[in-house]
């Protein structure tokens, strides 16, 4: 108690010291970082601002939304794609566990497309509530950086609003790149293929990250027939090899058709569809193409050069472990920094902020131990280290264990789809380094793996660790044979 009221006094004093600005903090950019950022700020007292461009689901330099990315056009709109279009192998599946299902099975795209929109829309309404209910102003409009402590918002009808701030926070997210080939303006990115007006029959996936692999996996679930072009021998780069293998495996045993160490040259209109032309001289009508390439930060519009704000060569803003830019006064949170480019790491950097300027805790992000997701279908899901970066960050032996097996759903169903679980462990420590899963739920088996490696598990704490039976989690506490031993200095040494 004691300490809440020795900082209502210091936020008090401030305040009064520093009246001649319009706010505390403003926020440019409203998705998770910026909404998670300015709501823990004015819970610590602070006056705050922020704005966003007007919601539409698929975003532009003029519309964007409450909320963000990952709310709009990302994670929530993908994951509920990638729910529907998991039903229909289960569909399939249940006929083995006795359900009599018709050979004919409709899918309605359209309805399942409005569900979605009704869910983003109510989500964007509760992300403004979470605004409003902090104490928050919200103002509708672009927002740019006009000095070290003033902004200026172009509203909707075209009025300018200029504000003062002690604090500014460039929040502003990321959006999808599209390669510059001949033909580009034919093809789409992931904002336009969660809003497709019609379910296409015929599908080109462009690039090997999570975002192609994801769709892929959607649009062939739902009947599409998909060819996945990427440039490696193998999707998912920076991902475990092993771990690499057994996706484009599922994949490939999904139906999906893969084009390693592939490059699309040019798009054609024509009246049967976009012809598609590879670096190989391969052609193929489709549909739809989709680039999944990449994304670059959202800082062009903001005036950052002309007030000095450091830029890496991608446009990423450049910020110091507190999320601080070379401008005392400006701050920079999420995909905008392209640090870790992940919606709970944006939230985190946003917390970390409000602490530090506000809160009267310094406190820095810690990227250790993070857990992600890739949702196909079955999803891959990781924490910590590959083996390949266990090995070369190790100073001695490493030691990796895996499990592969038949899930025993797919023991009735007939499913031949292969479960992979793997531990990377420290020879000399017998500390876990890494978790990796594909299969069925592995996003909810490995949130909870990643709170044992960011306490510090031991391999021998896992296996003291009684599992639940009959699951697949609890292949994770019974691994108890070495697949293989790296020394040091080694090697990988398996079959891919």
Not at 182 to 203: C, F, M, N, Y
Request: charged share 25%.
């Amino acid at each position: 108690m004691a300490r809440k009221m020795l900082l209502d006094g210091e936020l008090s004093q401030r305040n009064q010291e520093e009246a001649h600005y319009d706010f505390d903090l403003f926020v440019i950019g409203a998705g998770s970082g910026g909404v998670r950022a300015s709501r823990f700020s004015a819970n610590y007292g602070a006056k705050v601002g922020i704005c966003e461009l007007p919601f539409h689901p698929i975003s532009s330099e003029v519309v964007g939304g409450v909320g963000g990315t990952c709310v709009i056009r990302g994670c929530v709109p993908k994951k509920i794609l990638v729910y529907g279009a998991a039903f229909g192998g289960e569909i399939e599946d249940a006929r083995n566990y006795g359900w009599e299902v018709n050979e004919k099975l409709d899918f309605n795209w359209k309805k399942l497309l409005h569900k979605k929109t009704d869910e983003i829309i109510r989500l964007n309404g509760i992300y403004k509530r979470l605004l409003s209910n902090a104490g928050v102003k919200l103002f509708e409009g672009e927002g740019k950086i006009v000095g070290p402590n003033e902004v200026e918002v172009t509203q909707l009808d075209g009025t300018k609003l200029s504000y003062s701030a002690k604090h500014i926070l460039i929040a502003t997210g990321s959006r999808a790149h599209r390669p510059p080939i001949p033909g580009q303006e034919l093809g789409i990115t992931s904002d336009e293929a969660l809003s497709l007006e019609d379910l296409p029959k015929r599908v080109v996936v462009l690039g090997g990250g999570y975002i192609a692999v994801e769709f892929a996996s959607i649009w062939r679930g739902m009947g599409a027939t998909v060819d996945l072009f990427f440039r490696k021998e193998l999707p998912l780069r920076g991902f475990d090899d092993e771990m690499r293998a057994v996706v484009a495996r599922n994949l490939e045993g999904r139906g999906i058709n893969l084009h390693p160490q592939t490059n699309l040259t040019e798009l054609i209109k024509t009246d049967n569809g976009i012809k598609v032309i590879t670096d190989h001289g391969e052609e193929l009508l489709a549909d739809v193409v989709l680039f999944a390439t990449g994304r670059l930060p959202n800082s062009k519009r903001l005036n950052l050069e002309a007030v000095g704000v450091e830029l890496d060569n991608t446009g990423a803003v450049k910020v110091d472990e507190y999320s601080r830019t070379n401008i005392p006064s400006i701050w920079a949170v999420g995909d905008v920094t392209n640090r870790m480019n992940l919606t709970p790491v944006a939230l985190m950097e946003g917390t970390c902020f409000a602490k530090t300027v506000f809160g009267g805790e310094s406190s820095k992000p810690d990227y250790s131990y993070i857990p992600c997701a890739v949702f196909s279908i079955p999803p891959l899901s990781v924490v910590g280290v590959s083996e390949e970066q266990a090995i070369e960050q190790a100073n001695g032996d490493v030691l990796v264990f895996t499990s592969t097996f038949n899930p025993m759903k797919n023991t009735i169903s007939g499913r031949q789809e292969k479960t992979v679980m793997k531990l990377v462990v420290d020879a000399e420590t017998d500390k876990v380094l890494g978790a990796s899963m594909c299969g069925p739920d592995a996003p909810e088996i490995m949130q909870g793996i990643a709170v044992a490696l960011k306490c510090g598990a031991t391999k021998a704490q896992f296996d003291s660790t009684v599992g639940i039976h009959p699951s697949a989690a609890e292949e994770f506490v019974t691994m108890r044979s070495i697949s293989r031993r790296i020394t040091a200095g080694g090697k990988p040494k398996r079959n891919l």
